[in-house]
Nanobody, 127 residues
Framework: QVQLVESGGGLVQAGGSLRLSCAASGRTFSSHAMGWFRQAPGKEREFVGTISWSGGNTYYADSVKGRFTISRDNAKNTVYLQMDSLKPEDTAVYYC????????????????????WGQGTQVTVSS
């Protein structure tokens, strides 16, 4: 059974940092892109960023570009989301996601392309 478990969320002041982790079990995703998404109260889930299977390529939503960094450790089957210069509008539940099959860069930004999702971790940024 595939499981994705996020951790590292919490309450932080604006301008602060958090590092989220997503640990996968049940299968390896070392040959697949992984994605991070978020959902704020009353809003739809949105793309945050994605990382290629090797970690050599990353892509971000414009709203987080330059502040968030995705990395991965394939030996640990874990993906990370480093969030710096946090803003109150970053407040949301953050989810990691993995596909069954490899994704193109364009597809990796689409929610529907992902088959496995974590339970989410709450990030709250106070002003």
């Amino acid at each position: 059974q595939v499981q994705l478990v996020e951790s590292g969320g919490g309450l932080v002041q604006a301008g602060g940092s958090l590092r989220l982790s997503c640990a996968a079990s049940g299968r390896t995703f070392s040959s697949h892109a992984m994605g991070w998404f978020r959902q704020a109260p009353g809003k739809e889930r949105e793309f945050v960023g994605t990382i290629s299977w090797s970690g050599g390529n990353t892509y971000y939503a414009d709203s987080v570009k330059g502040r968030f960094t995705i990395s991965r450790d394939n030996a640990k089957n874990t993906v990370y989301l480093q969030m710096d210069s946090l803003k109150p509008e970053d407040t949301a539940v953050y989810y990691c996601a993995a596909p069954r099959s490899p994704l193109t860069v364009v597809a990796a930004k689409r929610i529907a392309e992902y088959d496995y999702w974590g339970q989410g971790t709450q990030v709250t940024v106070s002003s």
